[in-house]
């Protein structure tokens, strides 16, 4: 067992650190190869195909939606069953979980592949632009069930400990993606075609490179049965849906910024945008945090060491503190090139140094989010993380940017976004706090069965 469950002994700021710079290096992966899939597409000088590729992302991005929900819920059971010991549950889990998303995920990308030409309407596309992004995405939504495998396992490597081979995974898809786009862009002149056969290339690596490892060195899956299949509905969706919905908060929030942003002029919307590209390559390892510590909750919760929980979750905080002040510092020593970089000037430059400042700084109130967020969907109250991101994204995001942009102008609308994440993050670490002091972690061990569902009510009513 100790082998399996790998968290349950040595230092916790370790295992997070670990894990969290692995995470980050494949998300980064991920960021880079979009940032060249733009360069190569920019490079043709048809400014319908860059903006297609834009207007197709916004609708991956709910399609992916769907394999972040089931990578959550796949690493938090098969974490919680390897830290109760119990390694022929975490295959049956694993399994099951796999299939599910390979169901669900092929169910999903038939209804909208099926309705593509409504779908990229609704976001605003029309003429040539349209037909474009629905040519790109005709040939990618079909290979969602890829993904979900990609996906699905790598949450199963992370929740083995095996951050490495989670992060080579990704790594290896950005590689056949890079080397892929200009041989076909470019060599057989497939143009926005072969950007997405290189996508379609890079998401066959990743399932690929998933998988080999948890057959080879994890013990694999099991044979599926119907009854294994019907015991694991319900955990599986009980993380997976709220997990799903907790993705799609994040969008909301940030177009609601963006359309406050415009009416102060391209030089502020430009500036939103410069900090939107700058926040994911900066506090990559923050954003990893979630996916990274959640495995070392899981196990913990699993083996029932709930001092060892509560200790993940302080030691997730002070590592999201020690990483946003030394890349606050960083942003802030080179914020004159950054600026200078972009061709910043006027409000988009006062935007960039607003950001490499004391704004900077805020990021670990979404920090604490992220950890919070792996608590809750680990220990059993995954609707906490849903309840909680929408209200940062909408009552926590809204009102504040309304009374500080009436303040403060264009630099309100940041500013006012960076509050509504103090006062939500508060809450989710009040939450998270009460859960851990007893609510959550002296349930059975099981907490989606149907008692541990009407605690979560009672608890949550009283």
Known sequence: MSEQAKFLEGSLFRHITVMSLTSSIGLMAIFAVDFIDMIFIAMLGKEALAAAVGYAGAILFFTTSFGIGMAIAAGALVARALGAGDTDLARRRATNALLYGLIFGAAFAALVWSRLDEIVGLVGTTGETKRFAVE?????????????????????LRAHGDARRAMMATIYGGVVNAVLDPILIFGLDLELTGAALASVAARIAIAATALSPVLRHHGGFTMPSARGLMAD??????????????????????????????????????????????????????????????????????????????????????????????????????????????????????????????????????????????????????????????????????????????????????????????????????????????????????????????????????
């Open 233 to 462: 509905l319900s955990p599986v969706l009980t993380i997976a849906a709220p997990a799903i919905l907790t993705q799609l908060a994040t969008p909301v929030g940030q177009a609601y910024v963006t359309r406050a942003m415009a009416a102060y002029g391209p030089e502020a919307v430009a500036g939103t945008a410069i900090v939107g590209r700058l926040t994911p390559l900066a506090f990559g390892v923050v954003f990893a945090l979630s996916g990274a510590i959640g495995p070392i909750i899981g196990q913990n919760f699993g083996a029932e060491k709930h001092d060892r929980v509560r200790a993940a979750f302080r030691e997730g905080l002070l590592f999201t503190a020690v990483v946003v002040v030394a890349i606050s510092a960083v942003l802030y020593v080179l914020r004159a090139p950054i600026a200078a970089l972009f061709a910043a000037e006027g409000m988009t430059l006062t935007l960039v140094l607003l950001f490499c400042g004391p704004l900077a700084l805020a990021f670990f109130f979404n920090g604490v989010i992220f950890v919070a967020n792996a608590a809750f969907n680990n220990l059993g109250h995954p609707l906490y993380s849903t309840w909680i991101n929408w209200g940062r994204h909408t009552l926590g995001t809204i009102p504040p940017v309304m009374l500080c942009a009436w303040l403060f102008g264009a630099p309100g609308v940041l500013i006012g976004q960076a509050l509504g994440g103090v006062v939500f993050a508060a809450i989710a670490w009040v939450l998270a706090l009460r859960i851990m002091s007893g609510d959550g972690t002296t349930q059975e061990r099981e907490p989606f069965s149907r008692q541990a569902r009407l605690m979560a009510l009672f608890h949550l009513r009283r």
């Open 136 to 156: 790109y995405l005709a040939i990618i939504v079909p290979t969602l069930p890829l993904l979900m495998i990609g996906m699905v396992g790598s949450a199963i």
